[in-house]
């Protein structure tokens, strides 16, 4: 798996910490239970509000995905995708089926399973770009709701500060507890800051870049395999994919070529 967006959160949260430490605080004040179940509690209360249930379920298996799947290199997928065509093209297109199996991408399964199967050129490419629309219309509701979240979170923060600010109010007759008082209640105007910008924006960020990054190869995949299908050179197969990469993700050989 990419471990970019846990390697950030720690270390966004670890300068956090430290500052507080180095300031001569102490981090045990900022874990009070009330204001974090205030802010995250009442964060993922009102995104549910503005949803569907099902939405808010398939948000977290979306985001499991982004942050645990291995993101297959697309040099790598170009490579698998030469090697079928060349297969294709000496044995035919049905001695693509038996190895199948050893296809490691889902997606390029499924794709050689329509053509193994006769499934007319149009028809295919049609059922798999719909596929894709399916996907990226999928991860978009899911990082709406991870950026609906970091935008209600430091609101819902401001709630539990003033409701913090009354109860220090309530007890003027007791001066000594003031500070302390007042220092708890801007401990939920911190949390819901902290979780929004170091937690929900950039989870939704990643969402967002791992569909597009899952969709670029998937439209690569069908670029492939209608290519594999009506037979064309090899050659030309991964010349036409290798212009569909990103810079800088040109297989090494072809790099050394050049």
């Known amino acids: 798996m ?23 605080g102490s981090i045990g004040e900022m874990f009070l239970v009330a204001p974090l179940l205030l802010v995250f509690g009442g964060t993922l209360g009102v995104a549910l509000a503005g ?29 698998d995708i030469v090697k079928l065509a060349e297969k ?13 199996r050893d ?18 050129q149009d028809e295919l490419q049609d059922i798999l770009e719909a596929e894709v629309e399916a996907k990226r219309k999928h991860d978009k509701v899911n990082a709406k709701i991870l950026a609906d979240m970091g935008a209600y979170a430091p609101t819902v923060g401001i709630v539990g500060t003033t409701l913090g600010l ?38 939704s960020a990643k969402i967002k870049r791992v569909s597009e990054y899952e969709a670029t190869q998937m439209e690569l995949v069908i670029a492939g395999i209608v290519n594999i299908q009506s037979g064309a050179n090899p050659r030309l197969v991964g010349q036409k994919l290798r212009s569909m990469l990103p810079p800088g993700s040109a297989p090494a050989d072809d790099k050394k070529a050049a």
């Open 166 to 203: 009354i109860n220090a109010l309530a007890n003027l007759s007791e001066p000594e507890k003031l500070g302390h008082l007042i220092a708890s209640a801007f401990v939920a105007t911190l949390w819901g800051l902290l979780s929004a910008n170091m937690m929900w924006l950039p989870l």
């Open 2 to 24: 990419d471990p970019a967006s846990i390697i950030g959160i720690i270390v966004a949260f670890g300068a956090v910490f430290t500052l507080v430490i180095l300031e001569g």
């Open 88 to 100: 294709a093209r000496r044995e035919g297109l049905l001695a693509l089926e038996d190895g199948m």
């Open 103 to 120: 296809v490691e991408n889902e997606f390029l399964r499924k794709g050689l399973q329509l053509a193994v199967d006769g499934t007319d």
């Open 51 to 79: 949803g569907l249930l099902k939405d808010m379920t398939g948000m977290f298996g979306s985001l499991k995905d982004a942050l645990m799947t291995k993101v297959q290199p697309p040099d790598a997928l170009l490579a």
